[in-house]
């Protein structure tokens, strides 16, 4: 797929260039309060075209090399946030049913679930919920701006329930292929935090360029708000 080569979606020679470790990628501008946001690379050549691949061309023997860069993202994620030992939910983005049904499967829980798979074998305590349920329809989000795309998708998610008796020590990481604006992450951040869970993070697979940032230190605007209405 990236280097043409027959017989294999992916070879292992470019299967080897894809990044092994995460970063922070806070948006700008960011959303009030929005948790460590980590990703594996920029949303631009050879890992945008795998990611669309996998996502609308239906290749999904990339699901196995997209789920270890996400991998590698969640794992600097814990690292980063000192949730080491603790149990941690991989909660994905959910799409619409039809979207999920014009494009033969669900491209963000697939990596997901590999991706919990490769944690789980290197030894950490990580699994997939799928908490958050989407409760109405949203316009495209093509062309829109980061206002535009906040209101588009405000009170667009729901989760299903907080936690349950014996797992107020689990926290969960939501979980995408893209970010852009941060709006899709905030969105299911408010709506996991207002059912009881503590989110530690935002794990992606790639970012878009103008909106990453490397420092580790978020911006002013993206330091979490007191604000017990968000």
Request: hydrophobic share 40%; proline share 9%.
């Given at each position: 797929?990236?280097?043409?080569?027959?017989?294999?979606?992916?070879?292992?020679?470019?299967?080897?260039?894809?990044?092994?470790?995460?970063?922070?990628?806070?948006?700008?501008?960011?959303?009030?309060?929005?948790?460590?946001?980590?990703?594996?690379?920029?949303?631009?050549?050879?890992?945008?075209?795998?990611?669309?691949?996998?996502?609308?061309?239906?290749?999904?023997?990339?699901?196995?090399?997209?789920?270890?860069?996400?991998?590698?993202?969640?794992?600097?994620?814990?690292?980063?946030?000192?949730?080491?030992?603790?149990?941690v939910h991989l909660v994905p983005v959910p799409s619409r049913p039809s979207v999920v049904r014009r494009r033969g499967h669900d491209p963000v829980l697939r990596m997901?679930?590999?991706?919990?798979?490769?944690?789980?074998?290197?030894?950490?305590?990580?699994?997939?919920?799928?908490?958050?349920?989407?409760?109405?329809?949203?316009?495209?989000?093509?062309?829109?701006?980061?206002?535009?795309?906040?209101?588009?998708?405000?009170?667009?998610?729901?989760?299903?329930?907080?936690?349950?008796?014996?797992?107020?020590?689990?926290?969960?990481?939501?979980?995408?292929?893209?970010?852009?604006?941060?709006?899709?992450?905030?969105?299911?951040?408010?709506?996991?935090?207002?059912?009881?869970?503590?989110?530690?993070?935002?794990?992606?697979?790639?970012?878009?360029?103008?909106?990453?940032?490397?420092?580790?230190?978020?911006?002013?605007?993206?330091?979490?708000?007191?604000?017990?209405?968000?």
């Amino acid at each position: 797929m990236v280097c043409a080569r027959p017989g294999r979606a992916l070879c292992r020679e470019c299967a080897a260039t894809l990044p092994r470790d995460g970063r922070p990628a806070w948006p700008t501008p960011c959303p009030a309060g929005l948790a460590l946001p980590m990703t594996g690379g920029e949303y631009a050549d050879d890992l945008k075209r795998l990611v669309n691949a996998h996502k609308e061309e239906l290749v999904l023997a990339l699901a196995g090399p997209l789920g270890n860069v996400l991998a590698a993202v969640v794992a600097d994620l814990i690292r980063e946030t000192g949730l080491a030992g603790r149990p941690v939910h991989l909660v994905p983005v959910p799409s619409r049913p039809s979207v999920v049904r014009r494009r033969g499967h669900d491209p963000v829980l697939r990596m997901t679930r590999r991706a919990a798979g490769t944690l789980r074998h290197e030894g950490s305590p990580v699994g997939v919920s799928g908490l958050l349920r989407p409760t109405r329809r949203v316009a495209d989000q093509a062309g829109l701006g980061a206002q535009q795309r906040a209101a588009n998708l405000a009170g667009a998610l729901r989760a299903v329930r907080g936690p349950r008796t014996g797992t107020a020590a689990a926290v969960v990481v939501v979980v995408d292929d893209v970010l852009t604006t941060g709006a899709t992450a905030r969105e299911a951040q408010r709506a996991l935090e207002g059912v009881g869970w503590e989110v530690a993070g935002v794990a992606v697979v790639a970012a878009t360029r103008r909106r990453a940032v490397q420092d580790p230190t978020p911006p002013r605007q993206c330091l979490p708000l007191c604000d017990p209405g968000d």
